[in-house]
């Protein structure tokens, strides 16, 4: 059984979660709107992962016999200043998780909820991903700089982008 503390603190990433699959979903409707539909599809699989992260700390929370409790989302921003912009928000968001699961594998060890701490490994894996992929993506941006033809580049090949299952 979940402690107090710590089901407050699940439900409160449950909320996150859905924060970024909200805002991964801005960020498809911006970049469909500035003519990159590569990269607004790019966004949309990156919402989509969101929802599965939402639906592992859900699960999780009443497999313990908790309750899941769900907010409000905060409205997330609808324009950046390019595309290279959308990108850096989409890193420093990342890395904004990363911090606040780091947060929770600390309450975790502190309550010596070792199930609790078990899956957050998890997201501590999904989170080094997450950041390399969209770092290497902002890298790619800044190289390019204002050459419509590496642009366009990148925007084919994120349009490849496929959603992986999460694997346990």
């Not at 970049?31 to 639906?55: A, N, P, T, Y």
């Not at 609790?116 to 890298?139: G, M, R, Y």
Request: hydrophobic share 45%; glycine share 4%.
């Amino acid at each position: 059984m979940l402690s107090p503390k710590m089901q407050e603190a699940l439900n409160s990433q449950i909320n996150a979660e859905y924060y970024s699959s909200y805002l991964y979903l801005s960020m498809a409707a911006f970049c469909d709107r500035i003519d990159l539909k590569g990269f607004s599809h790019w966004f949309r699989i990156q919402s989509q992962e969101e929802m599965i992260h939402v639906m592992k700390f859900f699960d999780y929370i009443l497999d313990r016999d908790g309750q899941v409790t769900l907010t409000a989302i905060e409205a997330p921003p609808t324009s950046w200043p390019s595309a290279l912009g959308v990108f850096e928000a989409a890193l420093a968001h990342e890395r904004h998780i990363t911090n606040r699961i780091g947060k929770l594998v600390e309450l975790a060890n502190a309550e010596g909820d070792h199930p609790t701490h078990a899956l957050l490994q998890w997201f501590v894996n999904e989170q080094i991903e997450e950041e390399a992929s969209v770092d290497t993506i902002v890298k790619q941006l800044r190289m390019a700089g204002d050459a419509p033809v590496a642009l366009l580049m990148i925007d084919r090949e994120l349009g490849q982008r496929t959603l992986t299952p999460a694997t346990e």
